[in-house]
C-alpha cells in the first residue's frame, strides 16, 4: 500500500487476512513510497502524519497509534477535519439523525472501477460492454475484475489511449493494456506516465 493515511493503511491491511483463515505470520502489508510522481496534495498531508507515527510505534494499528495519529492531524488540520460541521449537529439537543446521515460519508473517493480484462469471464463483460448498454447486473458481474484509481489517473489513461469509458455519461472504465496490471504488484498507472 502507498503511504498514506494511517486509517487507508490499516484499512488495506485487514484486507490482507479480511476473514482470517491465514496465520498472521504469514499476513503481511508493505507500505512504500513512490519517487518522483505528482502526488495529490491532500493525501500527502495525510501521508505525512502516518510517517510520524510509522516511525514512533511498532504496531501502526494499536489504539495509541491510531489516537497519536489523529492528534497529530488534528493539531495541523484542525476544524477543516469537519468541514460539513457533524459535530455541531451532535451536540446539538436535538439530535438530528436526517441531517448527520445526509452529511456523514465514511469514504469520500473520486475512484472509479477499471475493469481488467484477463480473465476470460472479464474478456466476455468486456465484449458485452462495448456491445450494449451497461447494466446493473453487468456492472455488478464486472466489479469482481474491477480495481478502482483516482477518476483523474483514469482520465490520463484514456487520453494515453491505454483505457476508455465504457459509455459518455458513465465513470466506469475498460483497461485496454493489460500490461498496466500485474498478479503480483496489482494495477500500475505510473507506467503510463511514461
Known amino acids: 500500500r502507498e503511504l498514506a493515511g494511517l486509517d487507508s493503511i490499516n484499512q488495506a491491511a485487514g484486507r490482507e487476512n479480511r476473514e482470517g483463515k491465514n496465520p498472521l505470520s504469514g499476513s503481511f502489508t508493505y507500505v512504500f513510497q513512490l519517487t518522483g510522481v505528482s502526488k495529490n496534495p491532500a493525501i500527502e498531508k495525510y501521508a ?3 510517517k510520524m507515527v510509522y516511525e514512533k510505534f511498532e504496531d501502526i494499528s494499536s489504539c495509541e497509534a491510531i489516537r497519536a495519529y489523529f492528534d497529530m492531524l488534528y493539531s495541523i488540520k484542525g476544524e477543516a477535519l469537519d468541514k460539513d460541521g457533524i459535530l455541531s449537529c451532535i451536540e446539538s439537543e436535538n439530535f438530528p439523525f436526517a441531517t448527520v446521515a445526509e452529511k456523514f460519508r465514511i469514504i469520500k473517493s473520486d475512484l472509479v472501477p477499471v475493469l481488467i480484462p484477463l480473465e476470460d469471464e472479464a474478456c466476455r463483460i468486456r465484449q458485452e460492454l462495448c456491445k450494449n448498454y451497461a447494466t ?3 456492472i455488478r458481474r464486472a466489479s469482481q475484475y474491477c480495481v478502482e484509481c483516482r477518476r483523474a489517473d483514469a482520465e490520463r489513461l484514456e487520453r494515453d489511449g491505454v483505457a476508455c469509458k465504457i459509455s459518455k455519461d458513465t465513470k466506469f472504465y475498460i483497461l485496454l493494456d493489460v500490461s498496466l496490471y500485474s498478479e503480483s ?6 507506467v503510463a506516465n511514461g
Request: positive net charge.
Open 48 to 50: 505525512a502524519v502516518s
Open 136 to 138: 446493473k447486473k453487468l
Open 185 to 190: 504488484f496489482g494495477f500500475s498507472v505510473c
